[in-house]
């Protein structure tokens, strides 16, 4: 492993272990999917069968992961792009 994989692994660690004690923090605003609604009364309400709600269900579940994914990686962008900027001010060490 590098040294720069080496110190991106142990900035990773600290912050994710004081993320612990922070207040929790939206990635990106991603929005978990609301639960299908099984109520065949409210269902008929709204005009749509169980199989569109549980369709409506996944695919929203499907937005949030995708949010999910992009905002791990712009994050991991954003600490290469800090960890870069770190050597080129104090050097490797």
Known sequence: MSQRAVIISVVLSLLLSLAADAAPQPLH???PP?????????????????QEEYSRYFDD???????LQKSQADIIEKGRFWHDRYIELFGSG
């Open 61 to 67: 579940l499907n937005a949030y992961l995708l949010c």
């Open 29 to 31: 605003l991603c929005a």
């Open 34 to 50: 609301a639960d299908p609604i099984e109520d065949q009364e409210l269902l008929a309400r709204y005009g749509m069968t169980p």
